[in-house]
């Protein structure tokens, strides 16, 4: 009789037990969907005595199979066996059958631990004769201790309704027999004990764990880095030791942690690759890329996996095997390919191959020696491009080739090149096997370039010689044992016969004392570590004692190797002689600066980069406050810029604190020298205030001037009228009103100078512009101011405007600067020659990013003697007795107008030849 599928416990209230998980849901009283829809299976059928059949579909079957159900009464309780039914059978099984068919003992046992009720199938290897003791407490029936634990898990089941295992032997016939009770909660009185017999498991189970510790042993020291990772998740459950040796992590620092956790893979985008062929296929054969040891350093590697079946369970087996030996084998393999490869295609030597009819082989650099092309080098006889008195060996060596002769054949060969070009070679000639068939390989060394440079060298070796048989400097050699191998003393030496120091030791040559020792010393360096040094030093040859600086070099043998070295020396007597007298000038400059009252000054790439030592004493402070401080500390960057730009000579005032926080005034000249400037700044302090008191006592003594003359002025102009009928008073008031506008200017021109200097309101106009309204105003004011003796010889005034200026910008304040061209104009009128016409020329013009105004006349000049001063205020060129001169206050007011403009004005002129004015103002874009 077949096995039955499964068994159901219940009482009369409801199921208590199913033993087929598809079947649970009887339990709570619903009917499973598993039931068939026209059957029913519920708990008045269970408990039901007479057997009954159900149609039942398991979870991963689509059809319906025939059940049949056998219920018996056991106790309080009702125990239900069920099992596919058999079509062909003719009767329905018996409880008999139902339980002999059944694989375990059942035992009801109270809560008290006495066995109510005992049922065992047929054939039951019986761990105990039950039959015989129901109505006896377990501790009478099973030995102590297992009683004693049975009873703990009776208690234990009833108390928490939980299905509680325990496994127990027995000895029976002097043998060990193992056992499994399942105790399930019946009720709160009783429990069901299900006894199985375990042995034939036990001894399946000891087997395989026998099994697993081989497996363990021959894993743990497989001679190949093994893994085995859980399935899914992937974490690792055991490694070989080969794999902790090349990885370098212990097993307790990998247990229970993936690959990915200890972040072997070098690359994500690898790993996900390979996870999902994992996933795809469930396994990965020699899946090669990069992965990191425990110390982070990556290694080529290939690995393997496959999903495995252990027992019930499935892993991951992984094998990862180290190929950084055979990466680098292949990577050599390949660097010695190419290297043949090269050795024959781009050797830089001509190679051919030719089996006597063609040629089977020949590189490039063969083609460029030979100056031919592929299909020319084809189509050539062999034996053509050797010069004909050549051919005969030529041909005797290749034919020896072609019979198999294996030795190298040299031989000194001309070729016949494209151009017709003569070439001398060093060719070797070795028989060898090309294709299956002896042939000629045949290497040609170019020697023409070689020769060339033998003539050439000797052609140098001469020069050489003559070169230092004609030098000044001192020539000396000497082999590696310090002995003087050649020497060239300076011809005007006496007793410089160089024989006299050939095979000596320095000492003879240089005499002893310290400069030999350290000479000595950087020779001996230079020979041992091929590194040039340099000396200098006083030594005594030929009685003569001299300063000499050597530069000594390494001399290499053919092999590469130092075998002596060569050292040029230089007589530098005379140079430190020149040098003493430099330091002495400098000294003596030093001297002069410390004792000057003025602060001398260097300024380079703009910045203070000297500053004389007596700053100390005209500012109370020291060189190191001023040191490389910027130059647009002390002047406005604009015009550093100018005088940068300009390349000049410049002379400006500055302001200075000194060390008493009193503001001083320093008079600064610019001399552009070299790459820099150096500069002198006196202290006009002094002068400054004294021309400051004097200016306000001008335009005081101006102020009080103003009001008598206009007086004057305004009542001799009333008198005009009132006589006119009167010539001779009419001439007089004339002189009167005359004088009083004449001294009326000169009081302007002081007020002009007043107190302090004028308060100005720049804008940015047109230059051209500006000069074509200057013009008009200039013409008027030439007109106004002539005399009838100018008007009658044909005074002439002309103002040129470059059109260049068209465009460009000056910032000026227009009415000084047409006051300062108003007063060379004045100027210019007074100090004409009575004995020509007076002629005055203005011309206005770009002159790189500065505008320059030249103001010429051809009036009496300026005598040399008084150039210096005509830009001072109040002095007179004439006589102060000539009543064509003013004050003296002209041109000091058109200085001052121009630097105020940040421009400046110079002169050129010559007694009796005229004078000419410049003036430059700075041009903006």
């Known amino acids: 009789m077949e096995k039955y599928f499964g068994l159901i416990i219940a009482n009369k209230e409801?199921?208590?037990?199913?033993?087929?998980?598809?079947?649970?849901?009887?339990?709570s009283g619903a009917k499973p969907c598993c039931v068939h829809p026209d059957d029913c299976l519920d708990l008045s059928r269970i408990i039901n005595p007479a057997s009954f059949t159900v149609r039942l579909k398991k979870p991963e079957e689509n059809y319906y199979t025939k059940y049949f159900f056998k219920s018996f009464p056991f106790s309080d309780f009702f125990v239900v066996c069920f099992a596919p039914a058999r079509e062909s059978a003719a009767s329905e099984p018996t409880i008999g059958d139902?339980?002999?068919?059944?694989?375990?003992?059942?035992?009801?046992?109270?809560?008290?631990?006495?066995?109510?009720?005992?049922?065992?199938?047929?054939?039951?290897?019986?761990?105990?004769?039950?039959?015989?003791?129901?109505?006896?407490?377990?501790?009478?029936?099973?030995?102590?201790?297992?009683?004693?634990?049975?009873?703990?898990?009776?208690?234990k089941s009833i108390f928490t309704g939980r299905t509680i295992v325990y496994e127990y032997s027995l000895d029976n016939d002097q043998r060990e027999k193992h056992f499994e009770a399942r105790l399930?909660?019946?009720?709160?009185?009783?429990?069901?004990?299900?006894?199985?017999?375990?042995?034939?498991?036990?001894?399946?189970?000891?087997?395989?764990?026998?099994?697993?510790?081989?497996?363990?042993?021959?894993?743990?020291?497989?001679?190949?880095?093994?893994?085995?990772?859980?399935?899914?998740?992937?974490?690792?459950?055991?490694?070989?030791?080969?794999?902790?040796?090349?990885?370098?992590?212990?097993e307790a620092e990998m247990e229970e942690r993936t690959p990915e956790e200890l972040e072997l893979w070098v690359s994500d985008a690898e790993k996900k690759k390979y996870l999902s062929m994992l996933a795809k296929?469930?396994?990965?054969?020699?899946?090669?890329t990069l992965l990191y040891n425990k110390s982070r350093d990556a290694f080529p590697v290939l690995v393997s996996s496959q999903v495995v079946q252990v027992n019930e369970d499935k892993r991951y087996l992984t094998l990862i095997r180290d190929v950084s030996s055979q990466k680098l084998s292949q990577m050599k393999l390949e660097e010695?390919?190419?290297?043949?490869?090269?050795?024959?295609?781009?050797?830089?030597?001509?190679?051919?191959?030719?089996?006597?009819?063609?040629?089977?082989?020949?590189?490039?650099?063969?083609?460029?020696?030979?100056?031919?092309?592929?299909?020319?080098?084809?189509?050539?006889?062999?034996?053509?491009?050797i010069l004909p008195e050549l051919r005969a060996e030529f041909a005797f060596k290749v034919k020896r080739a072609f019979l198999g002769d294996t030795s190298v054949s040299r031989s000194d060969m001309r070729f016949v090149c494209g151009d017709n070009k003569i070439k001398d070679t060093r060719t070797n000639i070795v028989g060898g096997n090309y294709g299956g068939k002896m042939c000629a390989y045949v290497?040609?060394?170019?020697?023409t370039s070689l020769i060339e440079a033998r003539d050439a060298l000797v052609e140098t070796n001469e020069f050489l010689n003559a070169l230092v048989a004609s030098t000044e400097d001192i020539v000396l050699a000497m082999d590696e044992n310090g002995k003087c191998v050649f020497v060239k003393m300076k011809p005007d030496w006496a007793g410089n016969d160089r024989g006299l120091f050939l095979?000596?030791?320095?000492?003879?040559?240089?005499?002893?004392?310290?400069?030999?020792?350290?000479?000595?010393?950087?020779?001996?360096?230079?020979?041992?570590t091929g590194i040039p040094g340099e000396f200098a030093g006083c030594f005594k040859i030929l009685d003569k004692e001299v300063w000499l600086n050597a530069r000594c070099s390494p001399f290499k043998g053919p092999k590469g190797n130092i075998i002596g070295t060569v050292s040029l020396i230089k007589d530098i007597t005379a140079s430190l002689v020149e040098r003493r007298k430099i330091l002495e000038e400098q000294n003596r400059l030093d001297l002069i600066i410390a004792n000057i009252s003025d602060i001398v000054f260097e300024v380079r790439n703009g910045f203070l980069s000297y500053v004389s030592p007596n700053c100390v004493k005209v500012l109370g402070k020291g060189v190191g406050e001023f040191l490389g401080r910027s130059a647009t500390e002390f002047i406005s960057v604009w015009k550093a810029l100018r005088i940068q730009r300009s390349g000049r000579d410049a002379e400006f005032m500055v302001k200075l604190v000194d060390s008493d926080n009193l503001e001083r005034v320093f008079e600064i000249k610019l001399s552009h020298i070299g790459g820099s400037y150096i500069g002198i700044a006196r202290d006009i302090t002094?002068?400054?205030?004294?021309?400051?008191?004097?200016?306000?006592?001008?335009?005081?003594?101006?102020?009080?001037?103003?009001?008598?003359?206009?007086?004057?002025?305004?009542?001799?102009?009333?008198?005009?009228?009132?006589?006119?009928?009167?010539?001779?008073?009419?001439?007089?008031?004339?002189?009167?009103?005359?004088?009083?506008?004449?001294?009326?200017?000169?009081?302007?021109?002081?007020?002009?100078?007043?107190?302090?200097?004028?308060?100005?309101?720049?804008?940015?106009?047109?230059?051209?512009?500006?000069?074509?309204?200057?013009?008009?105003?200039?013409?008027?004011l030439f007109e106004e101011s002539l005399n009838p003796m100018q008007r009658k010889t044909g005074a002439s005034f002309t103002i040129g405007i470059d059109e260049h200026l068209k465009g460009r910008n000056i910032k000026v304040e227009t009415g000084s600067i047409e006051e300062a061209f108003g007063n060379l104009l004045i100027n210019a009128i007074k100090y004409c020659r009575e004995e020509r016409p007076l002629e005055i020329k203005l011309e206005a013009k770009c002159e790189g990013e500065t505008l320059l105004v030249s103001f010429a006349d051809n009036g009496i000049g300026i005598p040399k003697s008084k150039q210096n001063f005509i830009f001072k205020p109040f002095y007179q060129v004439n006589p102060i007795g000539d009543l064509k001169n003013g004050m003296g206050m002209g041109l000091s007011i058109v200085k001052m107008h121009v630097e105020s403009h940040g421009g400046s004005v110079s002169f050129s002129s010559s007694e009796g030849a005229g004078a000419t004015f410049f003036i430059r103002l700075p041009l903006l874009s």
Not at 339 to 361: M, Q
Not at 736 to 749: F, T, Y
Not at 758 to 764: G, H, N, Q
């Open 184 to 250: 399930s909660r019946l009720s709160n009185k009783h429990v069901l004990v299900l006894v199985r017999n375990v042995g034939e498991k036990k001894n399946l189970l000891d087997q395989l764990s026998k099994q697993v510790e081989k497996y363990k042993t021959f894993f743990t020291h497989a001679p190949e880095p093994y893994l085995v990772l859980s399935f899914p998740d992937r974490k690792i459950i055991h490694v070989s030791a080969e794999f902790t040796d090349l990885f370098g992590y212990s």
């Open 281 to 288: 296929d469930g396994v990965v054969s020699n899946f090669e």
């Open 336 to 385: 010695s390919e190419k290297r043949h490869r090269k050795l024959v295609e781009g050797i830089g030597t001509p190679i051919f191959v030719h089996d006597g009819d063609k040629f089977l082989f020949y590189n490039k650099e063969f083609l460029d020696f030979i100056g031919l092309s592929g299909q020319e080098v084809e189509k050539v006889n062999l034996y053509d491009l």
């Open 98 to 155: 139902i339980f002999g068919s059944f694989p375990d003992t059942l035992l009801l046992i109270d809560s008290e631990g006495k066995l109510v009720d005992c049922k065992i199938p047929n054939g039951m290897v019986l761990d105990m004769p039950w039959r015989k003791h129901v109505g006896k407490n377990v501790s009478e029936i099973l030995p102590s201790n297992i009683a004693e634990t049975f009873l703990q898990a009776i208690g």
């Open 503 to 528: 095979g000596k030791d320095i000492e003879v040559i240089f005499g002893a004392g310290k400069s030999l020792d350290e000479f000595k010393a950087m020779v001996s360096n230079v020979a041992e």
């Open 686 to 780: 002094d002068s400054v205030q004294k021309e400051e008191a004097k200016r306000a006592f001008l335009g005081s003594v101006a102020h009080e001037l103003r009001n008598p003359l206009t007086v004057i002025s305004g009542f001799s102009e009333l008198l005009e009228g009132m006589v006119q009928n009167n010539p001779n008073a009419l001439e007089v008031v004339r002189m009167i009103r005359e004088a009083a506008l004449r001294e009326q200017r000169h009081v302007d021109d002081l007020v002009s100078f007043g107190v302090t200097k004028p308060r100005y309101s720049f804008k940015l106009i047109d230059a051209h512009g500006f000069f074509i309204g200057l013009q008009t105003k200039l013409k008027i």
């Open 443 to 447: 290497s040609i060394s170019d020697l």
């Open 14 to 27: 409801k199921v208590l037990y199913v033993s087929e998980p598809f079947l649970q849901e009887i339990c």
